[in-house]
């Protein structure tokens, strides 16, 4: 008998926390809205922020509230996806842009050097931190692979010190260039295939010294556009992918063959 009173002490507590539990879960619940719930079930929750919004579920609401955001701005998605969102929302279904990221360095170990001897933490945003990183072109890939960690489609990897991207499975979603920090990938059109494999910022003549195939400034790739689509910035070209038509002049007058032309992607 002497266990009643706290047996029932403790089931009493019990009880009442059940119903100020579900007194709380119904007054407090938020209200779902079924729109967004379908909408998220149709996005593939990359959560890559390549839509412009924090992740998918964000896009869903936005999309749930207005009916005059685009459906296509889910890139590994693709049309697919837009489609689907499209007929859900009843409105008219615009084809999604396919991208794919770009690397623009080249400094593969034949082509370059490191100059320190690294054994501090190994990925690239702490390389960076110590004394501006590894390589001699302070610009380069670091080659630790931070950008293929966050990965989620297989689709870049480190081959001799750089990073490469596989553009058949790329979909375009950012992750890898939202952790580089060097800046050196890019997300373009997946139909541009003309790329300036090199990101110096140092003068010509140092950049020849230190990497045997980085841009060294010296504006043939400028002078042959006809379509004023690339132009050096900072000691480098920087190509304007608005304008490029993917002619490859740019490529065949270029001294030192930085600048790479791809194959057209496959379709899918």
Request: glycine share 8%.
């Amino acid at each position: 008998m002497q266990f009643v009173l706290p047996v029932g002490i403790v089931v009493g507590i019990g009880l009442l926390s059940g119903v100020m539990l579900t007194v709380a879960a119904k007054f407090m619940a938020v209200e779902v809205d079924e729109t967004a719930a379908n909408i998220s079930e149709i996005l593939p929750g990359a959560n890559c922020g390549a839509c412009g919004y924090a992740g998918c579920e964000d896009y869903a609401n936005a999309l749930a509230a207005d009916h005059s955001v685009p459906t296509n701005l889910c890139t590994p998605g693709g049309d697919k996806v837009a489609m689907a969102i499209s007929e859900l929302l009843g409105v008219e279904f615009e084809g999604a842009q396919a991208k794919v990221a770009i690397v623009k360095c080249s400094g593969s170990r034949e082509k370059t050097s490191y100059c320190m001897d690294y054994q501090g933490y190994q990925n690239c945003a702490a390389n960076k931190l110590f004394y501006r990183g590894r390589s001699t072109c302070e610009m380069a890939c670091l080659g630790f692979g931070d950008c293929v960690k966050v990965c989620d489609y297989g689709a870049i990897y480190i081959e001799n010190g750089i990073a490469v991207v596989n553009r058949e499975k790329c979909v375009g979603c950012g992750a890898c260039a939202k952790v580089c920090p060097n800046k050196l990938i890019e997300i373009v059109p997946d139909n541009m295939r003309v790329v300036v494999g090199c990101s110096s910022i140092d003068k010509g003549s140092v950049t020849k010294n230190i990497c045997s195939i980085g841009c060294i400034a010296c504006k043939l790739c400028e002078k042959s556009c006809k379509f004023d689509a690339i132009h050096v910035i900072d000691n480098h070209a920087v190509i304007d992918y608005t304008k490029c038509t993917n002619c490859t002049l740019c490529a065949k007058v270029c001294p030192t063959k930085v600048i790479h032309v791809y194959p057209k992607k496959k379709a899918k």
